[in-house]
């Protein structure tokens, strides 16, 4: 990336070959050139409507040209870029308007006609594909200046694992960091042509765009991930080399296409991060496709989009391990006193990041921000241990431990065991209110085929491999898991499925 302007969309954006693809939207191609010219405009429109310096700019429309152009050309501007959720409601657009204390949506055509009676009663300004817009500024236009470090370029909201939408406030430099980062250890260049089907209001699929656009590589988008195998057509027809996905993408493409039977002959890698893969999925997607390099990875909206990443050769010897911090991040894993946890040990501690990647805090909230930003530091509420050779294993989120017979058990582990089934496409276990046992635990299952799959299979096979009191005492089986609008399971909509029936239902 240029290193003449500290804004990080023109970083993004200069020193590309202007006819070289950038996006493949269906049949058509948008070229650096053309993608830039986009951006530019959708920026100097902003500032022709006096748009001020770090107002927050809402963005509302599905991965494509529109989207990619509107959100460069709103950092461009200066402005703070805040991407909506496409299945956001009323009472979300107004908090987060208000919050953000928006004038102006750049939004899709599509999507204007049920947006735009909200906008009106809060006083925000629509502006689509269609609006008119001012010719790309020359060279010399000039365009505000920022603070890298302290102005925000973006404000991602996410419900995290209480279901409160909180806005992560993002810096230039936080983008900056972790995108060199993460080009760095994929790879990326030129010749790499990714197929993308994580949205980009989401931090893993906003990475996608700021590191492919960074190394100059080109990006095939494709909404349709409900047909899954005509995703898979598209990504071999053109050629793709990399393809990313968070747990639920894989688990639906080796339970639902014939994703491993297929060839990619150009294929050279795959990332998945947005919670933990079952060890059993990555071993059925190592044995399909040997030559292509696998990278888990882990990281949080709330340090821009990446923490750590496991190297594909370290697969074999260390599966399930999210890795170690990347170049420019510092992981720790600490106990309650603060002090480390003894790599080599059983001892467990939460996981603790510092680097310039780590985001400024949570928008217009210092209560949240000085609870989980302390210090210069970011606690994550992820428990883990560390083995004798320094990688990180993650045991479970704070607030996912299950009391079990007066035992503390990690809802994952559990999860892994039930995904060795291949009859499982996925599973989702939560702590439920027992008469009984205070706290049991409860499976719920998504089977490949119903008829193939019985209750007390799958108790067997967990007794076969788990201890009695880690076993589900209830099975539950669902057509599908509720997901966030980011493809993560829903587990706090689960856990309200099970206390609207009161008490935990037997088996069915």
């Given amino acids: 990336m240029t290193r003449t302007d500290s804004n990080i969309a023109h970083r993004i954006l200069s020193g590309k070959t202007a006819d070289a693809p950038a996006l493949y939207c269906g049949e058509r191609i948008f070229s650096y050139g053309e993608l830039r010219a986009a951006a530019h405009r959708r920026g100097r429109w902003l500032l022709d409507e006096h748009a001020a310096p770090r107002e927050c700019?809402?963005?509302?429309?599905?991965?494509?040209?529109?989207?990619?152009?509107?959100?460069?050309?709103?950092?461009?501007?200066?402005?703070?870029?805040?991407?909506?959720?496409?299945?956001?409601?009323?009472?979300?657009?107004?908090?987060?308007?208000?919050?953000?204390?928006?004038?102006?949506?750049?939004?899709?055509?599509?999507?204007?006609?049920?947006?735009?009676?909200?906008?009106?009663?809060?006083?925000?300004?629509?502006?689509?594909?269609?609006?008119?817009?001012?010719?790309?500024?020359?060279?010399?236009?000039?365009?505000?200046?920022?603070?890298?470090?302290?102005?925000?370029?973006?404000?991602?909201?996410?419900?995290?694992?209480?279901?409160?939408?909180?806005?992560?406030?993002?810096?230039?430099?936080?983008?900056?960091c972790n995108t060199r980062d993460i080009v760095k250890y994929l790879g990326?260049?030129?010749?790499?042509?990714?197929?993308?089907?994580?949205?980009?209001?989401?931090?893993?699929?906003?990475?996608?765009?700021?590191?492919?656009?960074?190394?100059?590589?080109?990006?095939?988008?494709?909404?349709?991930?409900?047909?899954?195998?005509?995703?898979?057509d598209e990504m071999e027809r053109k050629c793709c080399t990399g393809f990313a996905g968070v747990p639920s993408t894989y688990q639906i493409l080796l339970r639902k296409t014939r994703f491993a039977r297929r060839k990619f002959p150009v294929l050279r890698w795959l990332q998945q991060a947005g919670g933990k893969l079952p060890n059993a999925f990555i071993r059925e997607i190592r044995e399909a496709f040997p030559q292509v390099k696998f990278f888990t990875m882990y990281g949080q909206t709330e340090a821009t989009a990446r923490l750590s990443y496991l190297p594909p050769d370290r697969l074999d010897d260390k599966l399930g391990s999210i890795g170690k911090g990347l170049p420019s991040t510092r992981l720790e894993v600490l106990k309650e006193d603060g002090t480390p946890v003894r790599p080599g040990s059983e001892e467990i501690g939460e996981i603790v990041a510092s680097g310039e990647n780590v985001a400024l805090g949570y928008w217009n909230d210092p209560e949240e921000t000085r609870r989980y930003f302390r210090g210069g530091k970011l606690y994550t509420g992820d428990m883990a241990r560390v083995d004798a050779d320094g990688f990180i294993f993650i045991v479970e989120r704070t607030r996912d431990f299950i009391k079990a017979m007066g035992n503390r058990v990690g809802p994952k582990e559990i999860e892994e065991v039930l995904c060795e089934m291949p009859e499982v496409v996925e599973a989702a276990v939560i702590g439920v209110p027992d008469e009984i046992w205070g706290e049991a635990i409860k499976a719920y299952i998504v089977p490949a085929q119903r008829d193939r799959i019985a209750i007390e299979d799958v108790r067997l096979h967990c007794l076969k491999l788990l201890p009695n009191y880690k076993a589900p005492q209830y099975i539950e089986f669902l057509p599908c898991l509720p997901k966030t609008a980011n493809g993560k399971v829903a587990k706090e909509d689960l856990r309200k499925m099970n206390a609207a029936c009161g008490f935990a239902k037997r088996d069915r």
Avoid at 106 to 116: D, G, K, N, Q
């Fill in 188 to 232: 990326l260049s030129p010749d790499d042509r990714t197929m993308v089907v994580l949205p980009f209001y989401y931090c893993y699929g906003a990475s996608l765009l700021h590191t492919h656009l960074a190394a100059g590589a080109s990006l095939v988008l494709n909404n349709g991930f409900m047909f899954p195998e005509k995703v898979l």
């Fill in 57 to 176: 700019v809402g963005i509302w429309a599905e991965n494509g040209s529109f989207f990619v152009a509107a959100y460069l050309g709103t950092i461009r501007a200066g402005c703070c870029a805040v991407p909506f959720q496409l299945d956001a409601t009323e009472k979300s657009f107004a908090s987060i308007s208000l919050q953000t204390g928006m004038k102006r949506l750049l939004i899709a055509s599509r999507f204007r006609p049920r947006v735009e009676p909200w906008a009106k009663r809060l006083g925000v300004q629509l502006a689509d594909e269609n609006s008119a817009l001012p010719p790309p500024p020359g060279e010399s236009f000039a365009w505000p200046k920022i603070d890298p470090v302290r102005d925000p370029a973006a404000i991602v909201f996410t419900s995290g694992s209480t279901g409160e939408s909180k806005g992560v406030a993002v810096s230039h430099r936080n983008i900056e």
